[in-house]
């Protein structure tokens, strides 16, 4: 336990970094330099005013300069990602199975609100992790089965990492592709863009990390959740639903929280 609670700790310090990245990110400004500043004065944050989750609170939600109001995803980003690198270690242990994991979780998290707060989903969250996804295959084996089974038939059997890899690449491909000509087909029938290519490369970056039956599970759901719950913001809202954007990546992203909790917990060796 005492191993998950330090990865928690780690998780908030990552977390912090993450709402660094969902600011700047969308905006094409450095992750790096400068430092940490109140979007609303742009004065330097000091660092006692920069202690994730305390800070926030002690402040009372407000800049210590202008006294503008704080973002609530602050807390909520720098909390949401201990706690899902302290479950992924209090299961897994310090192993690079939950070292996966955990770096999953906070790209994903990146991911989600990156698209709730700007409709973009970063190359470096969803290119990086398609990158990350089939690296890692290597050393961190997807046993999904989907890919052996297909290159079995085929008569090209592999083993070990390379099967792996071609698990992590199957999983990537196949339903970023689906989604794709789905845009397609919608662009090509309405006229106008239905999904932009950041929810593909995302698919593929779920898909690189959890294989194909978990990027499939990952787009069912969010699809899903995307359309009851934009189907009733929409409606309580009464916004046009013709010409409102969804933030389809952060139900995708939700999903594959989801999917990765609940099965690994609940299934076990699927991944």
Known sequence: MLEAALAGLFGLLIGSFLNVCIYRMPRDLSVVRPRSFCPGCEKPIAWYDNIPLLSYFLLKRRCRYCQAQ?????????ALTAVLFFFFVAKLGLTLVALKFCLFSALI?????????????????TIGGIVIGLGLSWIIPIEDGIAGFILAIVGRPLTGPPLSLAESAMGAFVPSSFLWLTGELFYRLRHKEGLGFGDVKMVAAIGAFLGLRGALMTLIVGSLLGSLIGLFFILITRKDHSSYELPFGSFLGIAALGVTLSWQQVFGGLF
Do not use: S, T, W
């Open 70 to 78: 704080i973002p609530a995803r602050y807390p909520i980003v720098e």
């Open 109 to 125: 998290v990146g991911m989600i609100f990156a698209d709730l707060e700007e409709r973009i989903l970063p190359d470096e969250f």
